[in-house]
C-alpha cells in the first residue's frame, strides 16, 4: 500500500512540472538519474546514440539546469557534442548560474568543441549572471587558443560584465601576458 502512495506522489510531482514548467523541465528525472544525462557524463558515445535514436529529449536537464551537452563541452568530448548537435541540442541555453554550454568549454580550454559550438551556431557573447562572457574567462584563464578562436568567431571584446571590466580587462587583471597582447592586436 505505501509503495502505491509513493508511486501516486511521483507521478502527481511529474504531471505538476509538466503543468508548472512545459515538457522541457517535465523531463527532469526526480531522482537525478537520467540516463542521457549519465551516458554523457562518462563519455559513453554508444549509449548516448542508442537513447537518442530512440527519440529521447536532447535538452533534458538535471537539476541544475544542465543539459548534456554541457557535460560533453565540459569534457572536451568531440564526438558527444557533435552528436548533442546533430540531434539538435539547444547550443544557447544557460544553467542556474546563467554559463552556456560555451562557457564550460571555454574555462575548460576545449578549442575544439568551441569550434563545433560555433559551427552550431552558439552565442559568442552570452553573458551569464554576472555578465561574464566566454571569451571573459577563457582570457583570465589564459587560454591563449581559445581567446583565439573566439577571436576567429567574431566574439565581440567591448561587451563588459556588470563591473564594467571586458575580456582584455580579465587578462590583465589575471596577468595574463599573451592572452593580453592578443586582445589589443585583435581590438586594433
Avoid: C
Amino acid at each position: 500500500m505505501h509503495s502505491v502512495r509513493v508511486i501516486k506522489s511521483w507521478m502527481l510531482a511529474g504531471f505538476l512540472l509538466l503543468v508548472l514548467y512545459g515538457p522541457a523541465v517535465a523531463e527532469i528525472d526526480l531522482l537525478s538519474d537520467d540516463k542521457l544525462i549519465e551516458a554523457t557524463k562518462a563519455g559513453d558515445l554508444t549509449t548516448a546514440e542508442s537513447i537518442l535514436a530512440r527519440k529521447h529529449n536532447v535538452d533534458v536537464i538535471d537539476r541544475n539546469e544542465r543539459t548534456p551537452l554541457f557535460f560533453a563541452a565540459s569534457q572536451g568530448n568531440e564526438e558527444l557534442v557533435d552528436l548533442l548537435v546533430r540531434f539538435n541540442a539547444r547550443v544557447n541555453t544557460s544553467d542556474k548560474l546563467g554559463n552556456s554550454p560555451l562557457y564550460y568549454a571555454s574555462s575548460a580550454n576545449h578549442a575544439n568543441v568551441i569550434e563545433l559550438l560555433i559551427e552550431a551556431k552558439a552565442n559568442l557573447n552570452f553573458q551569464n549572471r554576472q555578465g561574464v562572457t566566454p571569451l571573459m574567462v577563457a582570457a583570465s584563464e589564459g587560454h591563449l587558443a581559445v581567446v583565439q578562436v573566439l577571436l576567429d568567431g567574431k566574439a565581440d571584446l567591448s561587451v563588459t560584465d556588470f563591473t564594467g571590466r571586458t575580456a582584455l580587462d580579465w587578462a590583465i587583471r589575471s596577468g595574463r601576458k599573451a592572452v593580453s597582447r592578443l586582445l589589443r592586436r585583435s581590438g586594433r
